[in-house]
């Protein structure tokens, strides 16, 4: 029987499994203060990455069976603070129907007063309103709205259980690294369209075609294709970005900050199409 939708997803979901595998193992076996300060600053940075993976699974489900797709979002949860629905709720059909609007825009980069916010106070006001503004999504769309519930429910159950069973290994492995990924992934994002003032879709995102950072985040560097066709599985997004390449200006490529710029920028498997110059006319 298959089981995933796409077969790509069978290694990165494997290694988000084991990874969440060896945090329950930590949990109940270590008991120094140290060890798991070092797993947490350790980890960081890779839950962050699983963020952008868990934005996919909830724009195209992993498995065919919800029960699969369910457990698969308790697993991200406890990565990244992000629970199942609430990236339906807030990214889906929020931010993904009004990113070209910041009065509406649920990840929104304006200020009241039409003003850019800085990076700092952008990431935390997405980090902050990130469940408010899912549920006021919900609110219009009863079914996703009922999953989200059920599934903050579970996560505070589980979440609480491990706080009765050892409050401390819970705060270090789960709750704080839970927190500081939330924040991390709306700082990833402020990037994405701050400052891109447009009714344009080709021109309203930004884009990394780092060979380093696409593999670690699932392509998420091909974003103006995402936003103009969010429907297309993560997999597919390079060679869909490949299509429209020449629509995009180029102030809509960025180069990645840390760590990402640690690495050699290899070239992306498919390189960016470039439009035809004009050529003057003589006479």
């Known amino acids: 029987m298959q089981l995933f939708r796409y077969t790509e ?10 990874y969440f595998a060896l945090d ?3 949990f109940f076996t270590v008991q120094s203060f140290w060890v798991l300060l070092l797993w947490l600053v350790l980890g960081i940075i890779p839950k962050a990455c699983i963020s952008a993976w868990n934005h996919h699974h909830q724009h195209v489900m992993t498995f065919k069976q919800p029960l699969l797709n369910r457990l698969l979002e308790i697993v991200y949860t406890f990565h990244t603070g992000i629970t199942g629905n609430a990236w339906v709720l807030h990214h889906v059909v929020g931010h993904h129907l009004h990113y070209l609007d910041q009065e509406k825009d649920e ?7 039409g003003t850019k916010m800085g990076e700092q106070e952008y990431s935390l006001n ?9 549920y006021q999504v919900g609110l219009k769309f009863k079914k996703h709205m009922k999953i989200f519930l059920w599934m903050c429910l579970l996560s505070l159950t589980l979440l609480s259980l491990a ?13 704080l690294p839970m927190l500081i990924s939330l924040y991390l992934t709306a700082k ?13 879709e080709f021109a309203a995102s930004t884009n990394i075609l780092n060979h380093v950072y696409n593999i670690c985040t699932g392509n998420l560097g091909y974003h103006t294709a995402h936003h103009v066709k969010m429907g297309i599985h993560w997999s597919r997004l390079p060679e869909y970005h490949a299509t429209i390449a020449h629509k995009i200006p180029q102030h809509c490529y960025l180069e990645p900050g840390f760590p990402w710029n640690i690495f050699p920028a290899h070239a992306p498997a498919i390189q960016p199409a470039v ?9």
């Open 9 to 18: 997803d069978r290694l990165p979901v494997a290694i988000f499994t084991a």
């Open 24 to 26: 329950v193992i930590l």
């Open 107 to 113: 990840s929104r980069w304006k200020r009241l007063d």
């Open 126 to 134: 997405v980090a902050m309103t990130a469940y408010p503004r899912a």
């Open 163 to 175: 706080f009765w069973y050892n409050w401390r290994n819970a705060l270090m492995v789960f709750l």
């Open 188 to 200: 990833t994002t402020y990037k994405h369209h701050s400052g891109l003032d447009t009714d344009d």
């Open 275 to 283: 439009a035809p110059q004009k050529q003057p006319v003589e006479g």
